[in-house]
């Protein structure tokens, strides 16, 4: 591999980690982010965003790269104000979530300590009582320590994360790096500098959600901090897709 190709991947490398920068990535990333109170979660978060933006972005250069396609101005417009859509239903969601009462701790209790035992993730009950009178049982089930770690529970934003990503791979200043593809002889050299590409990405937007994934897991243990993140979260995604789309249409 000559120079050529070596500083069209370094170069790669680092478009992808300055393509984690752009506001509308950031903007989204934080809408979905900032619904998680554990740190790990909340710069997973990233990490899936950058995974889904990878994968659309290699299989559409390769489709590219192997069909001799341009991308005309009309279908690059179009899928940037999906872009803009996106972050107001992103924005539209976390209103929701500031509209909902932050959680509280139910006036149920254990009659008594107990062992899930193994293997962990089985149907069982426990004796409960209510209201301290009446007392009777409740069959649930423990999801594995692995499960709950990678997210095994209700609202957890690793799907979205992926489509966000997903669609952000199409738009935006991804662009430029199908620019590049047209200097690249070899098509396995093209195709792995959209991989590296990508991985700058996914490094660059995990480091950058780890970053706001700290502060906001540590608000997020007051119910009112809840509220007012998602409400903040919400309006500035909102506010961000119609200018981001007006940007487009005007």
Sequence with gaps: MDAAPLSALALGFLLGLQ???????????????????????GALV???????????????????????????????????????????ALGVLRLRDAAREPDTVPAVH??????????????????????????????????????????????WPAGRALVVGAV????????????????????ATAVLYLVIFGIGTIIGMTLLTAVMAYPVSMALRYGRAQRAIALCAGIGSIAFGLFYGYRLIQ
């Design 19 to 41: 393509h984690a920068t752009d506001a509308d990535h950031l903007v989204a990333v934080a809408t979905i982010m900032t619904r998680e109170r554990r740190f790990a979660n």
């Design 110 to 155: 254990l009659v008594a300590d107990h062992d899930h035992g193994r293997p962990a993730g089985v149907v069982h009950t426990h004796a409960h009582v209510h209201g301290g009178e009446h007392e009777h049982e409740h069959p649930h089930v423990h999801p594995a320590g692995w499960l709950t770690g990678l997210g095994w529970r209700r609202g």
């Design 46 to 88: 990233g990490a899936l965003w950058g995974a889904g933006h990878m994968t659309t972005l290699t299989i559409v250069g390769a489709i590219i790269i192997g069909l001799k396609l341009t991308v005309t101005t009309a279908v690059s417009d179009g899928l940037e104000l999906a872009v803009a859509a996106m972050l107001i």
């Design 168 to 187: 952000h791979g199409l738009a935006g200043s991804a662009a430029i790096s199908l620019l590049v593809l047209t200097t690249l002889s070899s098509t």
